[in-house]
């Protein structure tokens, strides 16, 4: 069992979610096809030509009665019926007959108000549609559009795709209904919108002023749109006209998934005004650099003395911000917080020893080590600390409240409290849970949630003694409060924990990825276990000097092989 892990019986490990639903992104192929002018002046076009037979029209069934009831056409549709039903819902989309069209999808009341909007709140007074090859049930598309909004026009043109189907009851072949079908960024609830933008364009900069375009900081994107949502009326700049993607009532509500309104077309350019992060154009250069080595992967980097972030980095870019707003279960990164726990409560302390056996049972469920492995009778905590060892937590449990873990957590190091970092964020959570649950906790499994900004606010906090909470925007922009931590460690706390990261980063989980790194250094290393991954999510967390990062690279393996190079990157470069 990796480190971190889950307990191996007597219940299922805790899902750890991260980001929003994706979207469905079609592929444009192109084809020739013969041109039908549509009523509002613009084309519509049919889907003839030799793209394929008509194998596979499907089968027919009957009712009980055959000769009392008509036959049910069964099976995909053929590459015929896929043709005409895609022709004649594009040719009444273009006409500008949302009823006609809605009535050829498999959702005919959401189509049509979906349909109508692009109209009415979009206002898009002509559309085209392009259709590419037939592939099997699918047919992508070009749209030609015009939006046209008090005067203000401007071409729009962008590629997506639809998908027939065969209707089970009728047996008609209908268009399956989604939002991509409109615009391939439309999800569920959103809508397209035109008009004055709400917020004026700002021009973010860096901590020196240097520009931060979102081309050259590609993980940029997203915290600009959601600076821009922020502080677009406080940054001095004015409106435009734009299109856009307004989000859904549910990520409207829920803060820490909030997605800032997505411009899809500037109609006229407002004026942007300048607003100071602070970001650290230098560091975020390398952040960006070290996560796009991967598949997947989030970072963050924080300056401890004062909290300010000073890079994050997601890949892949935009959309869906987890380094800020991610929500998973940390694995054994949680064990700094826990640690520092046992120090304070005097359960444990570096030189002591403390049993860290294969295995440890609690709350009904068996907790095991990675590959099973144990340490000496007379092992320390520290040994314990540095090789990751699970068991040496768990046997805690019992000497514990439900409630000791959160309030850690929330007490020393600010997690679960409301942080003003200026843009949207999950400030973590570490619920009170009873029994094997809260076993789990101690290890960061259970329902412990963490992301790359926690992670590293937690190992700032050891580094500077304090929590600070991380922020991107100086609070004296629209003067808000920054969350404060109700109590500091001890100073004898504080020197352990110090100490135990060092000696992570030193001979420990971590040290392969620490090597070579002089100054004052700290780390520690975390796996995840996550239903329905073959892999776990590798974690890192680590300072150097003045300098705190966190990362995570989900589905990759062990923290210190996937997570810490990451990290490493950074604190070598800007450390």
Request: net charge positive; hydrophobic share 35%; with cysteine.
């Amino acid at each position: 069992m990796l480190e971190g892990q889950n307990p191996s019986g007597g219940g299922s490990h805790a899902a750890a979610r991260e980001g929003m639903p994706a979207k469905t992104k079609a592929v444009v192929i192109g084809v020739a096809c013969a041109a039908v002018i549509g009523a509002a002046g613009f084309a519509a076009y049919s889907l003839t030509g030799s793209d394929g037979g008509d194998s596979g029209s499907g089968s027919t069934a009957a009712g009980s009665d055959e000769g009392d009831k008509p036959k049910v056409k069964t099976g995909p549709p053929s590459a015929k019926e896929v043709r005409t039903t895609a022709n004649a819902f594009l040719t009444a989309w273009a006409k500008g007959d949302p009823a006609k069209a809605a009535k050829l999808t498999d959702a005919p009341t959401e189509a049509l108000a979906a349909l109508k909007s692009y109209r009415t709140d979009a206002h898009v007074a002509k559309v085209a549609a392009q259709p590419g090859a037939r592939s099997g049930t699918k047919v992508p598309y070009a749209v030609s559009a015009q939006v046209d909004y008090k005067g203000k026009q401007s071409p729009w043109k962008y590629s997506t795709a639809l998908e027939v189907a065969r209707d089970k009851k009728t047996g008609e072949p209908k268009v399956t209904w989604q939002p991509t079908v409109l615009h391939p960024k439309l999800g569920e609830g959103e809508k397209l919108m035109t008009g004055e933008a709400e917020k004026a364009p700002i021009k973010a900069v860096d901590r020196d002023g240097k520009p931060l375009d979102p081309k050259a900081f590609p993980s940029l994107g997203a915290v600009v749109d959601s600076l821009r949502d922020k502080y677009g009326d406080k940054a001095g700049g004015t409106a435009g006209i734009e299109t856009w993607v307004e989000p859904s009532a549910e990520e409207k509500k829920d803060d820490a998934k909030a997605v800032a309104p997505e411009t899809l077309l500037v109609l006229s350019k407002g004026t942007p005004g300048t607003l100071k992060t602070t970001i650290d154009s230098a560091v975020q250069k390398t952040t960006e650099a070290a996560v796009a080595k991967t598949a997947k992967a989030s970072m963050v980097v924080i300056k401890p003395s004062t909290g300010e972030i000073l890079g994050v980095a997601n890949k892949p870019g935009g959309g869906f911000n987890s380094a800020l707003q991610g929500s998973m279960a940390p694995g054994s990164t949680m064990k700094v917080i826990t640690a520092s726990m046992l120090i304070e409560k005097d359960l444990a302390h570096s030189t002591e020893t403390h049993p860290c056996p294969k295995y440890k049972e609690y709350g009904g469920w068996k907790f095991q080590n990675v590959e099973e492995f144990e340490l000496p009778k007379d092992a320390t905590f520290a040994q314990s600390f540095a090789n990751s060892c699970n068991t040496a937590f768990i046997s805690m449990a019992e000497k514990l409240k439900n409630d000791d873990l959160t309030k850690q957590a929330r007490d020393v190091f600010g997690i679960g409290l409301n942080w003003q970092t200026g843009v949207s964020s999950f400030d973590g959570r570490v619920p009170v849970q009873a029994d094997a649950q809260m076993a789990a906790s101690l290890i960061g499994q259970g329902g412990v949630r963490m992301n790359p900004l926690n992670m590293a606010s937690v190992s700032a906090t050891i580094k500077d003694g304090t929590f600070k909470q991380p922020y991107l925007i100086a609070p004296s922009l629209d003067k808000r409060t920054l969350a404060k931590a109700p109590r500091q460690m001890s100073a004898a706390t504080l020197g352990e924990m110090r100490g135990l990261m060092k000696q992570v980063a030193q001979w420990g989980t971590g040290a392969k990825a620490m090597s070579g790194l002089g100054g004052t250094v700290g780390a520690k290393t975390g796996s995840a276990e996550v239903d329905g991954q073959k892999k776990p999510n590798a974690w890192f967390t680590a300072y150097r000097n003045d300098i705190a990062a966190a990362a995570v690279v989900p589905e990759s393996g062990h923290g210190g092989d996937f997570a810490g190079p990451l990290v490493k990157q950074v604190l070598a470069a800007h450390g």
